[in-house]
């Protein structure tokens, strides 16, 4: 089994020039880089206004999901780690403004210009970095910081992400909640283990009703969302509870809700942006009447 090409090396070092041809003349990743963009895009919830926006691509690559923006008649600024794959950009003649850049190290945009950005299987390059030289937590703080402060306000960052794992969705999610933002992770296709995708869908921002996050797609036609999911620790996944348990289930499941329960609730909560108060030696304790 192939593994993952970012515990392989660092991204300017996996996407040499071979790698960054390689990667760009396959038709199966342009068909599902392509895919993923125009996904990200809907995401976005742009105004239909007809006016083009000025986006981020980060992690462009080699300008594959650019190609997306530049079809939807928007502007954009592509920003990669990867010299070899900015060239390929160049050789293929992207319309969008390349700039050579470590997303870990910050973006170095002027505040509130972009008014959105999308980001294509590239943010959890940040968790794998080389930890002798990087501390992930460190970069993460400093991506999201810095993408939080050039976005207008009220605007998405909608990042595609592969999480490696349940702590590292989290990890992910909650620098992005402490920079600032709201939102949370939608989840295509949650049953199927080739079609599914995750996104975080963020806003700059406050919570607010506009910036509650979309529902995902379901294999069935249904719309999911994260609210309707729980997380499963010992799978490390978010699982989708199905919403036509008999009733004899449910009522056994109401007699487990003690305090390891509510603390879970609680935590998924916050990250999502909402207000929880905090926990306390009182907490899920159940009230004494007095009479």
């Avoid at 999480?163 to 295509?188: H, K, T």
């Avoid at 506009?210 to 999911?224: I, L, M, N, T």
Wanted: net charge positive; aromatic share 6%.
């Amino acid at each position: 089994m192939t593994s993952r090409p970012e515990l392989q090396a660092p991204p300017e070092i996996f996407y040499n020039d071979g790698e960054a041809r390689k990667y760009t003349s396959s038709s199966r990743i342009i068909e599902i880089q392509a895919k993923l963009s125009e996904r990200a895009l809907e995401l976005l919830a742009l105004p239909s206004d007809d006016v083009p926006k000025i986006l981020l691509d980060i992690g462009c690559g080699s300008g594959l999901s650019g190609e997306t923006l530049t079809d939807n008649g928007h502007q954009w600024i592509g920003l990669d780690i990867s010299q070899s794959m900015l060239d390929v950009a160049l050789e293929r003649e992207v319309e969008g403004d390349l700039v050579l850049s470590d997303m870990g190290q910050g973006l170095g945009l002027r505040p509130g210009v972009i008014d959105g950005a999308i980001s294509i299987s590239a943010v959890q390059w940040l968790c794998n970095a080389d930890k002798s030289s990087h501390e992930p937590r460190i970069r993460l703080k400093a991506f999201f910081g810095s993408l939080y402060r050039c976005l207008a306000r009220g605007a998405r960052a909608v990042l595609q992400v592969y999480p490696e794992n349940l702590a590292q969705r989290e990890l992910i999610l909650g620098f992005a909640m402490r920079a600032g933002f709201s939102g949370g992770v939608v989840v295509d296709y949650p049953h199927s283990t080739k079609s599914r995708k995750e996104y975080l869908v963020l806003t700059c921002g406050p919570p607010s009703l506009s910036s509650a996050a979309p529902r995902g797609k379901g294999e069935d036609g249904e719309s999911w969302s994260d609210e309707d999911s729980s997380v499963d620790e010992d799978n490390q996944s978010i699982c989708v509870s199905d919403r036509h348990r008999p009733r004899k289930k449910q009522k056994l499941n109401k007699k487990m809700k003690g305090r390891e329960w509510v603390l879970r609730k609680k935590e998924q909560m916050r990250r999502k942006g909402n207000a929880v108060p905090t926990d306390t030696k009182y907490t899920a304790r159940k009230r004494k009447a007095r009479f």
